[in-house]
């Protein structure tokens, strides 16, 4: 996109650290080298490798994103807040579907690892639905009725009413979401597939330069970027594909 600069752009790229241990994170890391984009830690290598990774993230510069979706009775949620809060992440994440006291819950435990020495406050961010959720699987097995959309939107409407930074959404709801919410609302939004690139098991995606042209502020990626052949090349290739 022409407004945003290739600096822009690569800050607001996640990659996806989808990985049994920190030694493979390494590899990867060590393969981007140099390249200022955001990393994600997620559930497998966060329960594998834990909090000592990621203060060794921070403590490297990395801007990190705690992908660990939390989704737990309030006062559970605000002590996991208080924690990650303390750890120094720069995101994280708490489930919409727990509910809006459930994420007010969460800010007050950012607000009590604030009070507790911890500098960096946070974006917190709320999951809507799953980007591998389809239309059959929220009706059929899920059992919600209604369209993927409105769920969606219900949900980013529930976030934002309980104080919350943005949500975690498919590219192809970022404009109701925007319109819904306001364009402060973050956006961060994994289900990118580069044209031609394997879909896995994602279900609502876009490329990245169509969902920074719909107005995302973040993209999440990871298997077109840890899977390919040579992975600062594929960055790199999706970072041209945007500016
Ligand atoms: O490999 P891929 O690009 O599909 O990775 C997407 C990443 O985004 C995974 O780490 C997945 O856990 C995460 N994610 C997602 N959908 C959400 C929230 C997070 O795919 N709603």
Known sequence: MSTLT????????????????????????????????????GMQLFYAAGPTFVASLKDRGY?????VKMHDIPNTVKGGAESVTRLGVDVFNVHAAGGKYMMEAALEGVDKGLALGSSVRPIVIGVTQLTST???????????????????????????????????????????????????????????????????????IMTPAEAFAQGTDYVV??????????????IEAIIDSIV
């Open 221 to 234: 990626i990871g298997r077109p970027i840890t899977g390919a052949a040579d992975p600062r090349a594929a």
């Open 63 to 67: 801007k990190v994103f705690l992908d």
């Open 6 to 41: 290739r600096n822009d752009v690569t800050g607001r790229i996640m990659v996806a650290l989808d990985y049994a241990n920190a030694e493979s994170a390494e590899g990867l890391l060590k393969q981007l080298e140099g390249i200022p984009c955001y990393v994600k830690v």
């Open 134 to 204: 389809s239309q059959q699987v929220l009706n059929d097995e899920i059992g919600l009725a209604g369209t993927t959309e409105q769920a969606v939107i219900r949900y980013a409407r529930l976030a934002h009413a309980a104080g919350l930074n943005g949500v975690v959404a498919s590219p192809l709801e970022v404009t109701a979401i925007k319109a819904a919410c306001g364009d402060g609302f973050v956006t961060v939004t994994p289900g990118i597939r580069p044209a031609g690139a394997d879909i896995g098991d994602q279900s609502r």
